[in-house]
């Protein structure tokens, strides 16, 4: 299946589920977390969760983060150059959502993407090499293409992998690991 039929399907498959569902999804992705060897970094990545997309609820990620002392780095779009910055989240931040619906920061400390140790990547879907589908504006490709080679990029998804992904571009940045409610894939 092409990008955008996948997109479609899954965008379909996640309006079906209530919101208790994705809430206990979201819990089970994040005790699977805690199986990850990842947590001897300083800074990690998360996108904060739109709700009305029944996207992975992050606020237990953002718990376990919390409690374990790490460096909180959120994002930031720029729908003119389809970009992303990056803020650290500390108590005086302050989130609005945007209008697309996003939460993110107003302001605050910006963290270079060299910087950072682990990415948690939003997606729809994943295949079984580590490819994924988002929302096709490329921001988190642009994104990673900007990180050092080693950081540890984890997928975050509801549902299990597809076969392959058609239509892969040489600017598609693969994940390392993939976190669904029930396994952790590895790539």
């Given amino acids: 299946m092409t990008k955008s039929e996948i997109r479609k399907i899954y965008k379909s498959k996640r309006e079906a ?69 990056h803020f650290l989240l500390t108590d005086n931040t302050t989130i609005k959502v945007n209008n697309w619906g996003i939460p993110e920061p107003l302001e605050g400390i910006e963290i270079a993407p060299k910087q950072i140790d682990v990415v948690f990547v939003p997606l729809l879907a994943f295949d079984l090499h580590g490819h994924r589908v988002g929302y096709g504006k490329g921001f988190y490709d642009r994104f990673l293409n900007k990180c050092k080679p080693e950081v540890i990029t984890i997928g975050l998804s509801l549902f299990p992998p597809i076969k392959k992904i058609e239509g892969i571009h040489p600017g598609d940045i693969p994940l390392k690991f993939v976190v669904s409610p029930n396994d952790i894939y590895k790539f």
């Fill in 17 to 85: 589920l209530g919101n208790d569902e994705v809430d206990d999804l979201s819990l089970k992705i994040a005790n699977q977390l805690l199986n990850l060897k990842i947590w001897d970094y300083s800074n990690y990545h998360i996108f904060l969760s739109i709700q009305e997309k029944k996207e992975i609820q992050t606020d237990y990620i953002l718990n376990i983060l919390s409690g374990k002392d790490k460096n909180i780095v959120v994002p930031k779009t720029n729908f003119k150059g389809n970009t992303l910055s």
